[in-house]
């Protein structure tokens, strides 16, 4: 990009026609967990779990609610997730949860919330 310092961009920005698409910090998901046979979690997580997010190349730690009680490796589940900083995004995009170092679930965006 001319005229742009690699000082002024960050890995996981976004390069966009102004005004073309927002960042957003809340979305609902349909998530898929992995199983310990896939390379996921053995044991199940809860309501308040904060895991990393991987959004295109970013990478952010968000917070997740359910209805359930808790979630088992191997459920399909919609969260409500909550991100700690803006990020772009849009209904129908893809994303990886992780958790030291290793993917535990895959989920695509259901609904933009704010």
């Known amino acids: 990009l001319r005229g742009v310092n690699k000082e002024q961009i960050e890995r996981g920005q976004v390069l966009a026609k102004p ?31 904060r895991p990393q997010f991987y959004i295109r190349t970013t990478d952010v730690t968000g917070s997740i609610k359910f209805d359930q009680e808790m979630v088992m490796p191997g459920d399909n589940v919609v969260m409500n997730i909550e991100l700690i900083a803006p990020v772009a995004i849009e209904q129908g995009m893809r994303f990886a949860i992780r958790e030291g170092g290793r993917t535990v679930g895959a989920g695509v965006v259901d609904k933009i919330v704010e």
Do not use: W
Request: positive net charge.
């Open 19 to 49: 005004g073309s698409i927002k960042p957003h910090t809340k979305f609902t998901a349909n998530v898929y967990v992995l199983k310990k046979e896939e390379g996921g979690r053995h044991t199940p997580f809860f309501p308040g779990y």
